[in-house]
């Protein structure tokens, strides 16, 4: 069983991403398979001070060509990945790899900081059904802002998805209705925010 199959065995991503039209559409061709050439994984190893977590290079067009983290723990970048951001993105990436290893830890402190954790069953199906998967927050999906607002990662374009089309909405759950401002307190505190900071607390914090 290759790094890969192990993820699978232990995160479901791919099953989840196959089970979704709208996610499985918006991979249709993309190819997540491991790359000939792993160099890059061993100099990635070699900036990283945790010798538990693992990096593969996969095909350049897996999960159109973002990098990301499975279970493993591991470290997942595409192919012909410029070496000049291996370091940032690195960082970011071991952010992923800690909410993954401490997933307790950080509902406390996202709770502390305003995050709650939110019910699936809550978003209506309409909504639910057209947000991207990512696998760096497959494990713990959904939080709401003050217990309110849940960020939802919305393809533009639910008849030709693309996984880097992506617009963040939020799911009122006082209202029961959709909006697409950025609620003013996570304004306040955060300050303003790109969408893929938006899109989940998780990445909020792996992008600080």
Same mark, same amino acid.
């Given at each position: 069983m290759n790094l890969l199959e192990k993820a699978e065995a232990g995160d479901k991503f791919r099953d989840m991403c196959k089970r979704s039209a709208v996610n499985s559409s918006a991979r249709a061709l993309c190819s997540y398979t491991l790359w000939n050439d792993q160099s890059l994984a061993l100099k990635a190893k070699a900036l990283i001070e945790d010798p538990s977590v693992e990096v593969v290079i996969l095909h350049p067009s897996a999960e159109g060509g973002m990098p990301h983290t499975r279970a493993g723990p591991l470290i997942c970048l595409p192919a012909h990945f410029p070496e000049s951001s291996l370091d940032s993105t690195l960082k970011h990436e071991m952010v992923h790899i800690w909410q993954r290893k401490q997933p307790s830890l950080w509902t406390t402190r996202l709770k502390m900081d305003g995050w709650e954790v939110a019910d699936? =069953?809550?978003? !209506? #199906?309409? /909504? &639910?059904? $057209?947000? $991207? &998967? #990512? !696998? =760096?927050?497959? @494990? #713990?999906? /959904?939080? @709401? /802002?003050?217990? $309110?607002?849940i960020p939802l990662p919305l393809f533009v374009r639910e008849d030709k998805p693309d996984l880097h089309d992506i617009v963040v909405r939020w799911y009122d759950l006082d209202e029961l209705r959709v909006i697409s401002n950025v609620p003013s307190s996570l304004t306040q505190k955060y300050g303003n925010l790109g969408a893929s900071s938006l899109e989940h607390p998780y990445e909020l914090y792996a992008y600080r």
């Open positions: 699936e =069953d809550d978003i !209506p #199906n309409e /909504w &639910l059904h $057209r947000c $991207r &998967l #990512n !696998p =760096d927050t497959i @494990a #713990n999906r /959904w939080f @709401a /802002w003050k217990g $309110r607002y």
